[in-house]
C-alpha cells in the first residue's frame, strides 16, 4: 500500500488541517454553542483553533471584525477547512495573503496550505498558480520540494504527465530523505505511464530502502518485468519485497506471479512447491489460483509430451499473455 498522499503533503508545514463537515443539526447546534461561547471566552483564535474548538474560533475572527491579526486569520483559515468549509477558508487565506506584513517563510506556507486546499477540492490550477507563487524566490529546501510535489501532483491529476516528470524530478533533488523517496517513486510512475520503462526501472531502484515507498517501488519493478516477461527480474523483486515490506507481497496476484515466473522458467518442482503455498494461504476459489494451477498443469503436460499437440498450443496465449490483459481489463 502506497503511503497517504494529504498525509504527506501535509507534513511539510501545512496550515491545514483535514477534517469532516458535520451533519446540518451537529453544525447548527454547534454553531449557537460557538456563538454563546464567544462571549465569555477569553482564549484568542489561535488557542481556540490548537484546541480544536474549530466553530469557536471562526466565530471568534468573525465578531473580531477588521481587528484580527496575521496569527488569527491563519488559525481561523486551518479551522474552517478543519470544519469542511473551503470557500470560508478561502476567504481568511486571501485576507492574509494581501496584507503586505506577511512575508517571509510563514507566508510560502501559507500559500503551500492554499495549494494544498485547491488540490483537494480538485482545482488543479489554482493549485498549481499558488504552488507557483510559493515557490519564487526561495532556495533549494524540503519547502520548496514540497512546491514541486504539488505542482507535479495537480498536472498528473490533469492527465498532463510530460510536465509532471519534471516537477517529480525536481523535488526528487531538494528537501528530506522522505521527501526525495516520494517523489522517486511517483517520477517512476510517471515515467512508467509514458512508457519509458527503463528510465521507471532505475528510478524505483534509486528508491532509499529505508523508506515508506520502497515496498510499492519494488511492486512496480516485478510488474514491469513480468509485463516484459523477464522473469529472473520477477522472482528477483518478490523475494526483496518480502523481506523488506511482506505484506505487500502476499496477495493473490503475487503468488500467481511467482508460479508463473517458475513455469515460464522451467522450474516446475519449484512452481508446484509455490502453488501449494498459495492454495493454503488463499482460497482454491481464487480466480488467480485457478489460473496458476490450470498454467502449472499445462506445463507438466508440455513436459511429459513435449512434441504433443504443439500445433494445437501454439495459438494459445502465454500466462504472461493471459495475465497482462487481465490487468489491463480489471487492474491487479
Given at each position: 500500500m502506497k503511503p497517504d498522499r494529504k498525509q504527506l503533503l501535509s507534513g511539510a508545514g501545512c496550515l491545514l488541517i483535514v477534517g469532516l463537515a458535520p451533519t446540518s443539526s451537529a453544525s447548527a447546534q454547534s454553531h449557537r454553542t460557538a456563538q454563546a461561547n464567544a462571549h465569555i471566552s477569553h482564549e484568542s483564535?489561535?488557542?481556540?483553533?490548537?484546541?480544536?474548538?474549530?466553530?469557536?474560533?471562526?466565530?471568534?475572527?468573525?465578531?473580531?471584525?477588521?481587528?484580527?491579526?496575521?496569527a488569527d486569520l491563519i488559525a481561523a483559515s486551518r479551522s474552517a477547512w478543519a470544519l469542511g468549509l473551503a470557500d470560508r477558508s478561502r476567504d481568511y487565506s486571501d485576507r492574509l495573503l494581501a496584507n503586505r506584513d506577511f512575508t517571509g517563510s510563514e507566508r510560502s506556507r501559507a500559500l503551500l496550505g492554499r495549494a494544498i486546499l485547491e488540490l483537494q477540492e480538485s482545482q488543479f490550477e489554482s493549485a498549481r498558480a499558488f504552488a507557483e507563487r510559493g515557490a519564487q524566490k526561495i532556495p533549494s529546501s524540503e519547502l520548496r520540494s514540497q512546491f514541486w510535489l504539488l505542482i507535479a501532483e495537480s498536472l498528473k491529476s490533469q492527465g498532463i504527465h510530460s510536465r509532471a516528470e519534471d516537477y517529480y524530478k525536481r523535488a526528487s533533488l531538494e528537501g528530506s530523505e522522505e521527501s526525495k523517496a516520494e517523489a522517486l517513486f511517483y517520477l517512476g510512475e510517471t515515467q512508467r505511464k509514458l512508457g519509458m520503462l527503463e528510465e521507471a526501472r532505475?528510478?524505483?531502484?534509486?528508491?532509499p530502502i529505508a523508506s515508506a515507498y520502497v515496498g510499492p517501488a519494488l511492486r512496480q519493478l516485478m510488474e514491469i518485468d513480468f509485463v516484459e516477461r523477464e522473469y529472473e527480474g520477477v522472482l528477483l523483486w518478490l523475494d526483496e519485497g518480502n523481506a523488506a515490506a511482506h505484506s505487500q507481497f502476499d496477495d493473490p496476484w503475487t503468488?500467481?506471479?511467482?508460479?508463473?515466473?517458475?513455469?515460464?522458467?522451467?522450474?516446475?518442482?519449484?512452481?508446484?512447491?509455490?502453488l501449494t503455498t498459495f492454495k493454503v494461504k488463499h482460497s482454491e476459489n481464487n480466480h488467480w489460483y485457478a489460473l496458476a494451477e490450470a498454467a502449472s498443469e499445462a506445463a507438466i503436460i508440455r513436459t511429459l509430451y513435449p512434441d504433443s499437440g504443439r500445433e494445437a498450443l501454439a495459438p494459445t496465449a502465454s500466462p504472461a499473455q493471459t495475465i497482462a490483459s487481465k490487468r489491463s481489463s480489471e487492474g491487479i
Open positions: 483564535p489561535v488557542e481556540l483553533s490548537r484546541s480544536g474548538k474549530h466553530f469557536e474560533a471562526v466565530t471568534s475572527i468573525e465578531n473580531s471584525g477588521t481587528d484580527a491579526t496575521i532505475h528510478t524505483f531502484t534509486s528508491v503468488h500467481y506471479a511467482r508460479v508463473t515466473a517458475l513455469l515460464e522458467l522451467g522450474r516446475i518442482e519449484d512452481a508446484k512447491a509455490a
